[in-house]
């Protein structure tokens, strides 16, 4: 399955270029990534860490584009920093890897290059693939949560999910052949484990030596406080991620023809 994914990953980046006869732009993006979910339930931008990634964005016309993107950025959530749920004291931190595509639909007329046109809002939705793995400080050692099974699941959850990007941007034309742009994008997942926290305890540890915990009951209740069937997380919801940030692209122009036709268009 994991290759299947990666195969679609490099598709959805791919197959848009070859309609690039028309026009395309081929850029960088970079920003940041934060984690709202049952260790950051409401507040944006805590514990953001940085991303980047590359673009293809197709242009039908002067209104409607379908960009393929890649995304590697980095998630992170605490009981400790958020004060969500202190009793409970977990923590993780997970890179994630996304690709995907999104329809952008423009405010107002806009083209690279365009001295009338040369600035717009947008709105933007779409579907990605991502892989994600979950790392937990336990006692001061990073350790890899999926494997440890730390609500007692029969088997570990799938290190990848497929997520529903949408959110809004703007778009400028510094020149003829450069564009900057600004977004700020949510994604709604079909994992609620991104965090590795979903639904309930699993072993009685309210009475456990401290000494004599292991790291896995450590991983799963750090405090030792908790027995099964205590509620460890909320499993109504899943868990989502955002990604903000500034894109830099680069107009790409395959056929003489449109290149006049557009010239002529735009006043040049």
């Not at 934060?34 to 209104?63: E, T, V």
């Not at 926290?197 to 030596?209: E, F, G, H, Q, R």
Request: some cysteine; proline content about 4%; glycine content about 10%.
């Amino acid at each position: 399955m994991r290759k299947i994914l990666i195969s679609f990953l490099f598709t959805v980046l791919l197959v848009p270029c070859s309609y690039a006869q028309k026009s395309g732009d081929l850029g960088i993006i970079g920003g940041v990534t934060y984690y709202i979910g049952d260790l950051n339930p409401s507040l944006p931008f805590r514990m953001s860490k940085p991303a980047f990634g590359i673009l293809y964005r197709q242009n039908f016309n002067s209104r409607i584009s379908l960009r393929a993107q890649c995304i590697r950025g980095t998630v992170a959530g605490s009981d400790a920093v958020s004060k969500a749920n202190p009793e409970r004291n977990l923590n993780f931190e997970s890179v994630i890897t996304e690709g995907g595509l999104q329809l952008e639909i423009n405010f107002f007329e806009y083209y690279i290059g365009s001295r009338m046109h040369c600035i717009t809002p947008y709105l933007f939705g779409g579907v990605s693939v991502f892989f994600f793995d979950p790392y937990g400080n336990v006692k001061g050692t990073n350790l890899q949560l999926q494997p440890m099974t730390t609500e007692g699941q029969g088997t570990p959850y799938k290190l990848y999910a497929f997520s529903m990007p949408f959110g809004l941007g703007v778009k400028y034309s510094v020149n003829k052949f450069v564009g900057v742009g600004a977004e700020w994008g949510m994604r709604k997942t079909t994992t609620d484990y991104l965090d590795d926290v979903s639904k309930t305890y699993y072993m009685d540890l309210a009475a456990t030596n401290p000494a004599n915990a292991t790291l896995k009951e450590l991983a799963s209740d750090p405090l030792l406080s908790h027995n099964a069937g205590m509620q460890r997380g909320n499993s109504r919801d899943t868990d989502w991620y955002s990604f903000a940030g500034v894109s830099v692209t680069v107009k790409i122009r395959m056929l003489g023809k449109e290149r006049c036709l557009d010239h002529q268009r735009e006043g040049y």
